[in-house]
């Protein structure tokens, strides 16, 4: 009965997003609803047999919202602020122009993948794409390149960042949920996603199908604002603020392995390494440059911070929708009894948190929601044991990506800059999403095996 009950939930969270086209956020809280009733959950806060006093259902939910928000407002918050102050102030602009003059257009898909992994770094896709792809388009017209020998490495590289590691998030959402370490997270991530994302992107653009596609970028659809290497910061300037949050969060990381959590030095990076306040001492520190350096305004840093909290206002509602269903399943039983299930599977829960959350994808394009839903279904193997909290995070964020289409914001945001059919779309961008999420499985299961639990 508990997994008909979710079962249904499910079917109920998809007719909501897919048929009525209701928001991810409301949808969730709406699913959390049902399947609480549905588990007999009591509506207000009772007293059981025992005396002892048991949540009501809405106060489930109150507190999965919370709980689940307000551990993450901070790290969105701080990493969305620091990465569209970068880019408002040239930093990407800087980075990519800098890269493809010194690696010679020859070399020019390299420049432009390491130019995506950093900007893709403290960037969510959509905003690091549409900073880069005039770039592209500038290069391709100046050098006569066809469009998408550039484009598709962005692409794959911005999209491997996005999804696999923290501070984005749909990571950070799974990494909290599965109470896993952000920076052992993040290390473990770069391990596979720089190789397995730079090597995907450069042989992509080089596969027979991929060559046949022609893009027609729409005149105007771009903003293409010419900087001049007066308003650009410098490219050491950048290039260092931008990796600052990865040095100090990874950093901390690396120490916790090599000198042990008792270490004095690790403890110092403990402090500074921590996730959230190592994105804001990168943005104090980007602050200072451009404040006191560079002389900008501080009304105009203010605005850019202020206008950056805008793109991650419905993520952060829609994680809180995630952590109310995690909450619902936990607290109504259905989570204990999928542990039990799973207990006895000969199945690893790498593969099967990859699975739910590939199915859920799949079914509702969101990867924000299918992250979180998926999260609160494969939670339970966590408590179970026997695999690496992080590892099963990044399985989880790997399902993730699995095969971007018609139903995926990000699939009509490509298909649009790039001026592309559906069907081209779906050959160039489906494929490679189906390829980075299997091999990123691949990926979590070899980590399994050297990585302690």
């Not at 939910?61 to 970068?86: E, P, W």
């Not at 509602?317 to 995630?322: H, L, M, P, W």
């Not at 690893?348 to 948190?353: D, F, G, T, V």
């Not at 059919?421 to 980075?436: D, N, Q």
Request: charged share 10%.
């Amino acid at each position: 009965m508990p997994l008909v009950i979710l079962a249904l939930g499910i079917a109920l969270l998809l007719f909501l997003m897919i048929v009525l086209k209701m928001n991810g956020f409301i949808a969730l809280v709406i699913v959390s609803v049902v399947v609480g009733m549905a588990q007999g959950m009591p509506l207000l806060a009772t007293v059981d047999d025992k005396g002892e006093k048991v949540k009501g259902l809405l106060d489930v939910i109150q507190s999965g919202v919370g709980g689940q928000t307000g551990k993450l407002v901070l790290l969105l918050g701080f990493g969305a602020m620091l990465g569209v102050f970068m880019a408002d102030m040239g930093a990407a602009n800087r980075l990519a122009t800098t890269m493809i003059n010194k690696f010679g257009i020859k070399h020019s898909q390299l420049a432009i993948v390491i130019v995506s992994f950093l900007v893709g770094v403290v960037l969510f896709y959509e905003t690091a794409f549409v900073i880069i792809i005039p770039i592209v388009f500038a290069v391709c017209r100046a050098y006569k390149i066809p469009v998408m020998w550039l484009a598709m490495p962005m692409a794959i590289a911005l999209s491997t960042m996005h999804s696999f590691l923290p501070p984005h998030p749909g990571p950070s959402a799974v990494a909290n949920m599965y109470d896993a370490s952000i920076g052992l997270t993040m290390l473990y991530g770069l391990i596979f996603a720089i190789p397995l994302g730079a090597v995907v992107a450069i042989m992509w653009p080089r596969l027979p199908f991929v060559k046949s596609v022609t893009a027609r970028p729409p005149a105007g659809l771009v903003n293409e604002k010419e900087w001049t290497d007066e308003e650009m910061p410098g490219f050491w300037a950048s290039l260092c603020i931008t990796a600052l949050p990865v040095i100090l969060i990874g950093g901390h990381a690396i120490l916790e392995v090599t000198l042990g959590h008792d270490h004095a030095v690790t403890k110092v990076m403990a402090f500074i390494g921590h996730d959230w306040f190592a994105l804001m001492i990168s943005l104090l520190v980007a602050v200072a440059y451009f404040g006191l350096l560079r002389k900008v305004p501080m009304d105009k840093i203010m605005a850019s911070c202020a206008a950056s909290v805008k793109s991650i206002a419905m993520i952060v509602f829609i994680i809180g929708g995630g952590g109310a269903f995690a909450a619902v399943l936990k607290n109504g039983g259905i989570s204990d009894y999928i542990l039990g299930i799973t207990e006895n599977l000969s199945l690893s829960p790498i593969i099967i948190a990859w699975l739910i959350a590939a199915l859920m994808r799949v079914a509702l394009g969101s990867a924000s929601v299918a992250v979180v839903a998926a999260a609160g279904i494969a939670l339970p193997m966590i408590a179970g044991g026997g695999v690496s909290p992080e590892i099963m995070t990044l399985a989880t964020t790997c399902g993730s990506i699995m095969a971007s289409h018609v139903n995926d914001p990000g699939f009509w945001m490509f298909k649009e800059f790039l001026g592309l059919s559906v069907a081209e779309t779906i050959k160039v961008r489906t494929t490679y999403t189906s390829l980075l999420s299997v091999l990123g499985l691949g990926a979590c299961l070899l980590l399994s095996l050297v990585v302690p639990v």
